[in-house]
């Protein structure tokens, strides 16, 4: 069965960096689009980013362009999102979704506070 696990977060300060990892079993991942979704505090699901099967193209939602980086490695079945130049905005708990069938994670937080 699909299997997704979300790793990485924890409490960091604004400006901060950190790097989110999902490792991925149960499907053939390297032929799988992909994508980071978050849900802040009393808010409901916010789309991210999301990454082709190949790695080809990445998307992005306006909040994070420029701060996010998407990534994949299909060798290891696994995801990344690389977070930089974090803002308290940011805090939130983020999954990975396998796009096809709407499959996600645990999830991971993410706390962005001085």
């Known amino acids: 069965q699909v299997r997704l696990v979300e790793s990485g977060g924890g409490l960091v300060q604004p400006g901060g960096s950190l790097r989110l990892s999902c490792a991925a079993s149960g499907f053939t991942f390297s032929l799988s689009a992909m994508s980071w979704v978050r849900q802040a505090p009393g808010k409901g699901l916010e789309w991210v980013s999301k990454i082709t099967s190949g790695g080809s193209s990445r998307y992005y939602a306006d909040s994070v362009k420029g701060r996010f980086t998407i990534s994949r490695d299909n060798a290891k079945n696994t995801l990344y999102l690389q977070m930089s130049s974090l803002k308290p905005e940011d805090t939130a708990v983020y999954y990975c979704?396998?796009?096809?069938?709407?499959?996600r994670g645990q999830g991971t937080q993410v706390t962005v506070s001085s």
């Open positions: 979704t396998k796009d096809s069938s709407g499959h």
